[in-house]
T-cell receptor, first 119, second 113 residues
Framework: AQKVTQAQTEISVVEKEDVTLDCVYETRDTTYYLFWYKQPPSGELVFLIRRNSFDEQNEISGRYSWNFQKSTSSFNFTITASQVVDSAVYFCALTGWGGASGGYQKVTFGTGTKLQVIP | NAGVTQTPKFRVLKTGQSMTLLCAQDMNHEYMYWYRQDPGMGLRLIHYSVGEGTTAKGEVPDGYNVSRLKKQNFLLGLESAAPSQTSVYFC????????????FGPGTRLTVT
């Protein structure tokens, strides 16, 4: 069984503050993929990043960075110097690997963290 | 490219009415999905399709039917709407390779009174 926990329901920060969104996952698969998606007020979910279970290197993209730690089953997302445009709901998601035969694998989404950046 | 489009964007139904939500993608993706999003519950998979002519049940399929007659289209039907089906519905698509990210449509806000 897969599970994704985003314990932070809502976070408010003042513009230019750094903020970290937590994601903790559970899976029995040894190979799996983790994702972050952003859902701005307009409603459409946008893909941000994917990590596979073999790659624990941290990723940085502009003001965004991701910290993947298998030892704690966490895939946290940090926004540096937050901006009002970062206000959105952020979802963490997990999927397993289908093995050599491939095929559809269930994607489990967390319940999301609503981030409000106050100007 | 339009990506993933959904029609309609908003709809109000009365209990017992039926409707069909249309999803279209122009990325030649094999996989397509229908989700519903409710407050505090994240995204829950209703049905999905791994290719033209194939569909399968997700986590919450009751009360919904789907069809994938063409690769680019995925239809979600409600035969007899209930207030519990008031939700925001998202369609998504992805490549068929394991671990592919999903591309989402703009959503359909459905209210059943």
């Amino acid at each position: 069984a897969q599970k994704v926990t985003q314990a932070q329901t809502e976070i408010s920060v003042v513009e230019k503050e750094d903020v970290t969104l937590d994601c903790v996952y559970e899976t029995r698969d040894t190979t799996y993929y983790l994702f972050w998606y952003k859902q701005p007020p307009s409603g459409e979910l946008v893909f941000l990043i994917r990590r596979n279970s073999f790659d624990e290197q941290n990723e940085i993209s502009g003001r965004y960075s991701w910290n993947f730690q298998k030892s704690t089953s966490s895939f946290n997302f940090t926004i540096t110097a937050s901006q009002v445009v970062d206000s959105a709901v952020y979802f963490c998601a997990l999927t397993g690997w289908g093995g050599a035969s491939g095929g559809y694998q269930k994607v489990t989404f967390g319940t999301g963290t609503k981030l409000q950046v106050i100007p | 490219n339009a990506g993933v489009t959904q029609t309609p964007k908003f709809r109000v139904l009365k209990t017992g009415q039926s409707m069909t939500l249309l999803c279209a993608q122009d990325m030649n993706h094999e996989y397509m999905y229908w989700y519903r999003q409710d407050p505090g519950m994240g995204l829950r998979l209703i049905h999905y399709s791994v290719g033209e002519g194939t569909t399968a049940k997700g986590e919450v399929p009751d009360g919904y039917n789907v069809s994938r007659l063409k690769k680019q289209n995925f239809l979600l039907g409600l035969e007899s709407a209930a207030p519990s089906q008031t939700s925001v519905y998202f369609c998504a698509s992805s490549y068929s390779t394991t671990g592919s990210e999903q591309y989402f449509g703009p959503g359909t806000r459905l209210t059943v009174t």
